[in-house]
Each structure stands twice: as structure tokens, then as C-alpha cells.
């Protein structure tokens, strides 16, 4: 019963470097979202896809792109990594883009930037 | 100022004690969430409500949404060991004109002495 599944779980980078942060769910859900968290900050949204074949601009989406490969997964690509970028990423699934129903979330990765 | 807040920020409380987390919002509540957060690890959903005077219960934890819809709380009867950890609320705000997205507060940090 995996739910959301993050990978990697702990990543550090060079300022400068790129990677993917990739996030599949096998709960057949609609909509998935990645957040960071930061400490103060809370949870903040980067970017959603309300649906497969969509994405779409979230609360901090400067020096992030997504891709919403299939139904199933979900990744979060950082381009040309910057210290600012060092955080926690939670990948997060729910049944669709309605309101009144839980999203789901993966144990996150741990992302330092050096 | 945060659109959720929750209080206290931090709790520590000895085994077999009551505690109540407070979560208050500048908006009506549609959909409220409550999460559990244990360090490195992911948010696991603990329980949701909708309707304004609803009350839920999941093991010893209870927790309710106010008449009024602007607050809600979680109690937890006889604390253990294993309740320590991170408590956050969520709700549901429009965003984008596509999805709703979750809102947090920042989180009740609570610890529980043996």
C-alpha cells in the first residue's frame, strides 16, 4: 500500500547543478501538487496539475518546472539550483480538484544546496 | 499575518495528560484538515471536517469544527510517547480558478514526557 512515493529522500547539489525530483501515486488520483516546507515558512505550494495534462503556477514557482509524465507521476525539476532552494519537497495527491476531500502526501525529500 | 493560525506553537505535556490545539482562520472553513507531521517523515492525514459543529474522533484524538465555522480544535485524552510530533491544519481556498489548494498553519510542535 505505497500511496505517494518521493524519490530521492535526501539529495545535495552544487549551486548550479540541476535534477528531478520525481513523485508517482498509485491511488489513481487526478490532481497532484508540490510544496516545500521551510522552517517558519510552513507549507507553500510551487506548483499543481488539477488534472493529467495540465499544470499550472503555484504560490513559489520561480526556478522550478514540472511535468506531469501520466496519470501516476509527477516530477519537479530544478533547472540551475540555488541556495534559496535548499528545503523539503512534498510531493501530494488527491482524488480531484474539488474541494472537501484530503490530499495525500509522500515522506518527502530533503534537498540541500551548497 | 498567517491566514490559519494555530496555538499554542509548541506544547510539552507529560504522559496521560489533555492537551487542545487550536487552529483559527480569518476566513469561513469549507473543508478543514487536520495532519500529523513526525520529524522526517511525510504528513499523514488524520481526519477532515466539513460541516460547521461536526465533530470526529479517530483513537483518542478528537477534533471539531465551530458552529460559526471560523475555528477548529483537536483534543487528545490521555497523551502518549507516540503523539509527539508535528499537528498542522489545513483548508481548502480557491486557487487559480482550476483547484482548490491547501492552506496551512505553521504548526503545533508537541511533545509528550514520559
Known amino acids: 500500500n505505497a500511496g505517494v512515493t518521493q524519490t530521492p529522500k535526501f539529495q545535495v547539489l552544487k549551486t548550479g547543478q540541476s535534477m528531478t525530483l520525481q513523485c508517482a501515486q498509485d491511488?489513481?488520483?487526478?490532481?497532484m501538487y508540490w510544496y516545500r516546507q521551510d522552517p517558519g515558512m510552513g507549507l507553500r505550494l510551487i506548483y499543481y496539475?488539477?488534472?493529467?495534462?495540465?499544470?499550472d503556477k503555484g504560490e513559489v514557482p520561480n526556478g522550478y518546472n514540472v511535468s506531469r509524465l501520466n496519470k501516476r507521476e509527477f516530477s519537479l525539476r530544478l533547472e540551475s539550483a540555488a541556495p534559496s532552494q535548499t528545503s523539503v519537497y512534498f510531493c501530494?495527491?488527491?482524488?480531484?480538484?474539488?474541494?472537501?476531500?484530503?490530499?495525500?502526501f509522500g515522506d518527502g525529500t530533503r534537498l540541500s544546496i551548497l | 499575518s498567517q491566514e490559519l493560525e494555530q496555538s499554542p506553537q509548541s506544547l510539552i505535556v507529560q504522559e496521560g495528560k489533555n492537551l487542545t490545539i487550536n487552529c483559527t482562520s480569518s476566513?469561513?472553513?469549507?473543508?478543514l484538515y487536520w495532519y500529523k507531521q513526525k520529524y522526517g517523515e511525510g504528513l499523514i492525514f488524520l481526519m477532515m471536517?466539513?460541516?460547521?459543529?461536526e465533530e470526529k474522533s479517530h483513537e483518542k484524538i478528537t477534533a471539531k469544527l465551530d458552529e460559526k465555522k471560523q475555528q477548529s480544535s483537536l483534543h487528545i485524552t490521555a497523551s502518549q510517547p507516540s503523539h509527539a510530533g508535528i499537528y498542522l491544519c489545513?483548508?481548502?481556498?480557491?486557487?487559480?480558478?482550476?483547484?482548490?489548494?491547501?492552506?496551512f498553519g505553521t504548526g503545533t510542535l508537541l511533545a509528550v514526557q514520559p
Open positions: 501530494a495527491s488527491r482524488r480531484d480538484r474539488g474541494a472537501n476531500q484530503p490530499q495525500h
Open positions: 491511488m489513481n488520483h487526478n490532481s
Open positions: 496539475s488539477a488534472s493529467e495534462g495540465t499544470t
Open positions: 476566513k469561513t472553513l469549507y473543508g
Open positions: 471536517l466539513q460541516k460547521g459543529g
Open positions: 489545513g483548508a481548502d481556498r480557491i486557487y487559480g480558478g482550476a483547484t482548490n489548494k491547501l492552506i
